[in-house]
């Protein structure tokens, strides 16, 4: 059985289906996996902090949407669509607030992600 620590090197495959099934099996694994991959947030490297804030809404574990908050911002726009689609996952009404900037974003697929979570908190 692998451990979340082995999921998470997976995060440096260079096969986007390798690290995608690793989120996966991190999502699965609930708070064990979200704890796993908090570190991953401050990443130099953008496809880890993707990943985090991926598997972070796959957990499906409330406690943690808060550490969604400030990759709202990231300065890469794949890694603020993913944080603003597992908040939509793992958040609640009160970080409407932290969504409703993304309505501006550059990115289209930024601010359709804001627009759907929005929409399902009915905001």
Request: aromatic share 6%.
């Given at each position: 059985?692998?451990?979340?620590?082995?999921?998470?090197?997976?995060?440096?495959?260079?096969?986007?289906?390798?690290?995608?099934?690793?989120?996966?099996?991190l999502g699965k694994l609930g708070k064990a996996g979200a704890e796993a991959v908090i570190p991953l947030l401050s990443a130099d490297d953008w496809v880890f902090r993707y990943r985090a804030c991926?598997?972070?809404?796959?957990?499906?574990?409330?406690?943690?949407?808060?550490?969604?908050?400030?990759?709202?911002?990231?300065?890469n726009d794949m890694v603020r669509c993913c944080a603003a689609k597992?908040?939509?996952?793992?958040?609640?009404?009160?970080?409407?607030?932290?969504?409703?900037?993304l309505m501006g974003d550059k990115n289209p697929y930024v601010v359709r992600e804001a627009h759907r979570t929005l929409q399902k908190w009915k905001r």
């Open positions: 059985n692998m451990s979340a620590g082995d999921y998470c090197v997976k995060f440096l495959s260079t096969e986007k289906s390798v690290r995608s099934e690793a989120a996966k099996s991926e598997v972070l809404g796959l957990c499906g574990c409330r406690e943690f949407a808060d550490r969604l908050i400030p990759m709202l911002s990231d300065e597992s908040l939509g996952i793992i958040g609640n009404p009160s970080h409407v607030q932290y969504i409703k900037p």
